[in-house]
């Protein structure tokens, strides 16, 4: 790279801004001259022990690897996480490495230069129909325990709601943006609601207050800065669950009466949603609830999976490539049928 095109690496006002190029628009051997928001961002070292950046840039439709090779530190400067950033360089898929974009400048996008529409994805519900749904099954848990704490952590005005509902429900793999978490929660207590009349023996009020709150501890254990994701220090030392454990609890505590064995069922459920002790749960479920919420909650992950690998689909396909979250790619039937009719 020349002086010049570093240059770039820092803010131009003066760049005339491209049509969006979007991730899943993107083919192999093509130039790439587009906004993209900051994901992620590391530093790493070549074997001669020079640094390179590895970025991860998204937009509405998904996200790519990109690679810095020269002018480091002012990418690195440009490129904050959540940061949007005005990307020049070209696409490629290596059989071994797979899709990455290899940035020649990068600088900060400046204003008027992107929709932040096209950068930043969504729930597929308006954020005001979720809040009606959330308040409208509360009302449906007749236990006046259960509702009660229900209203003291997810009412307007209260710390944890405040955080709760702007949350993600996780950094990469399903529902990695603003109100995601409150999506995915009220998506697996609906079902869980749904399920529980199927099933004898089951005690609905406890399963839905169960999977409302399964993944509160999240609130605790991401930040979220723009449309950036990270683990707090929290998070990685203490992780989601405990987290959730603790936050429920305390205010148990705070609960005078409280029926010590609905406390019990109520926070077995948060300690053993991820089913199984190498996946991160203390304890396996042992009762009919938290069984529930632990299938209907993997359920609800592995599904937003597919939300968001179709998301990253071109026009026509229909099978994505390979995903950790799946174990393997994703196939959608219906996609392109109408282009070939």
């Not at 190498?278 to 993997?298: F, K, Q, Y």
């Amino acid at each position: 790279m020349d002086h010049a095109s570093a240059a770039q690496t820092t803010l131009d006002s003066t760049a005339t801004p491209s049509a969006k190029v979007f991730v899943r628009e993107l083919a192999d051997g093509a130039r790439v001259e587009s906004p993209f928001l900051v994901r992620d961002v590391a530093r790493r070292r070549k074997k001669n022990g020079d640094t390179f950046l590895k970025l991860q840039l998204g937009d509405v439709t998904g996200a790519v690897e990109a690679v810095v090779w020269e002018e480091v530190d002012a990418a690195a400067e440009a490129a904050a996480p959540g940061s949007v950033v005005f990307a020049d360089g070209t696409f490629s898929v290596d059989p071994r490495y797979g899709a990455c974009v290899t940035i020649r400048s990068l600088r900060p996008a400046l204003d008027g230069e992107y929709d932040p529409a096209d950068l930043h994805d969504g729930p597929s519900s308006a954020y005001g129909q979720m809040v009606a749904d959330l308040r409208e099954l509360v009302v449906t848990v007749q236990d006046r325990d259960l509702r009660g704490l229900l209203e003291r952590l997810l009412s307007d005005g209260s710390p944890v709601w405040e955080r709760w509902k702007d949350a993600p429900a996780a950094k990469h793999y399903h529902q990695a943006y603003r109100h995601g978490l409150f999506e995915h929660c009220l998506t697996v207590a609906r079902a869980v609601s749904a399920i529980s009349a199927t099933f004898p023996g089951i005690d609905r009020d406890l399963a839905v207050t169960g999977a409302l709150l399964h993944d509160i501890g999240k609130i605790e254990a991401y930040a979220m800065e723009g449309g950036a994701i990270e683990l707090t220090d929290a998070g990685k030392l203490q992780a989601e669950i405990p987290l959730g454990y603790y936050t429920v609890r305390r205010a148990i505590e705070d609960m005078p009466g409280f029926p010590p064995a609905r406390a019990e069922g109520l926070l077995h459920i948060i300690l053993s949603h991820h089913g199984q002790l190498e996946h991160g749960s203390p304890v396996v479920p042992c009762t009919r609830e938290a069984t529930l919420v632990h299938m209907i909650d993997n359920l609800g992950g592995r599904l937003g999976s597919f939300d968001r690998l179709e998301k990253g689909l071109a026009g026509g396909e229909r099978w994505s490539q390979f995903d950790r979250a799946l174990a393997g790619p994703a196939y959608f039937a219906t996609r392109g049928l109408g282009e070939a009719a």
